[in-house]
């Protein structure tokens, strides 16, 4: 019997080592490869025709070598509503982020601000889908995200967050957000982002105060473009290979100090209830002066456009949400409907308006292993980003979006 038992373990023994054999040693088989993280920046009212060799050499490097070409923004040409448009591949009238000020008559005297954080202003309650950000969609099929400074990533949809995230603060210099992306790279595969979003503000800012061309915002466009050089040293110093992509939300027009009217030249103020003025009016009815209302709306210059809710032209792809205003007021490009006492109501700069008009044109760059070298994109609409930024990352396509990858596709490897 003892016998048979050593016989067996043998046999058992030899088996083990035959099948060994036939597997390579772990050496050889190595790692499985690591995910290529992908990095969104968005520089808030930057301008395509901004970069030049001699002003902007980082961001023109990128346009030669990688993937350049333009974005048309969607309606209206704003910070919050495009910013969660690139990010949902929602137009605004869909994902509700209808302006950057606003009200909902499900939430009767609430009022949206920058600071808003009820998850009902960003998840499309109420409306025709339910909204989701990328990095949630990324957090859901377990691929880990950062977001710096990126409008609504405060807010938690369906109870979920970036993995990492930042309140927003203004003063905190650009080179320190890009530190912040270079820091998550820095780290072990398992707790690396593998999507990034970083916001970077100040040329819309400067934009606004002291118009296109200015040296102020040439200083602006000049600090960005030397910390996304910064972004790129660190990485290539890390061997840290990332597919980049670089947008802006919309442009900046000069304001033309003749287009500028005040409201209470053309309205009384008994007859309105103000949302938002500048380079787009959105005013309410006031019950019972609704007819007055209307009136005097005609009354308007020629460079205003005025539209009752439900009016608008098709192309703008508005005006069904309940959240928008009864009233519209969409200035020619330059122009401006003004109520109240502004700092600047003749100079600088301002957006908000026609989408095609090329001064709203939005920045699309690209560069990284995805990406084909040298390639010049037609004109395309922001509601293409998310979705390329799913293929990037490797989820399958979103349901009901506005967009899709097909014109940005000939870019990708």
């Known amino acids: 019997m003892k016998q048979f038992f050593r016989l067996m373990a043998a046999l058992f023994l030899s088996l083990v080592l035959s099948l060994a054999g036939l597997a390579p040693p772990a050496a050889a088989r190595g790692k499985a490869p690591e995910r290529i993280p992908t990095i969104l920046i968005s520089i808030d009212g930057f301008r395509p025709d901004y970069i030049s060799p001699a002003l902007t050499p980082n961001l023109a490097a990128i346009a030669a070598k ?90 938690a949809i369906d109870g979920i967050r970036a993995s990492d995230w930042q309140a927003y603060h203004a003063d905190l210099p650009n080179h320190e957000r890009a530190e912040v992306v270079l820091d998550w790279m820095r780290r072990p595969a398992n707790i690396r982002p593998g999507l990034a979003l970083l916001y970077f503000g100040d040329v819309d800012v400067n934009g606004h105060r002291h ?25 290539a110093g890390m061997h840290r290979q990332v597919n980049l992509v670089i947008v802006s939300d919309h442009g900046m027009a000069h304001t033309i100090p003749d287009h500028v009217i005040w409201l209470k030249d053309y309205v009384a103020k008994e007859d309105y209830a103000l949302v938002s003025y500048g380079g787009i009016l959105f005013i309410n009815n006031v019950p019972g002066h609704e007819a007055k209302l209307a009136e005097s709306l005609k009354k308007m210059p020629a460079f205003i456009h005025c539209w009752g809710k439900g009016e608008l032209p098709e192309r703008f792809h508005y005006g069904r949400n309940p959240r928008v205003p009864d009233w519209l007021c969409l200035p020619d490009p330059g122009a401006r409907i003004m109520d109240g006492n502004p700092e600047h109501p003749n100079d600088g700069g301002d957006h908000g308006y026609d989408p095609a008009s090329p ?55």
């Not at 954080?117 to 859901?140: C, N």
């Open 211 to 235: 118009g296109p061309g200015s040296p102020e915002t040439t200083a602006a466009i000049r600090d960005v473009d030397a910390a996304i050089g910064y972004l790129r040293r660190g990485l």
């Open 66 to 155: 990688g993937v350049s070409g333009t974005m048309t923004p969607s309606f209206p040409t704003i910070t919050f509503p495009n910013h969660w448009t690139l990010a949902t591949g929602l137009r605004p009238d869909r994902h509700g982020v209808i302006n950057g000020a606003m009200s909902d008559p499900a939430h009767p005297g609430v009022i949206f601000g920058k600071s808003s954080e009820q998850p009902w202003w960003w998840d499309g309650s109420g409306g025709p889908v339910h909204v989701e950000p990328i990095w949630v969609a990324a957090e859901r099929a377990h691929i880990r995200s950062g977001i710096m400074f990126w409008p609504g990533s405060t807010t």
């Open 359 to 413: 001064d709203m044109r939005a920045l699309f760059l690209a560069t990284g292993p995805a990406f084909r070298s040298g390639t010049h994109l037609p004109v395309f609409d922001n509601v293409s980003i998310e979705p390329l930024l799913r293929r990037l990352i490797g989820l399958a396509p979103g349901k009901d979006r506005d967009g899709t990858v097909a014109p940005v596709e000939k870019a990708l490897r």
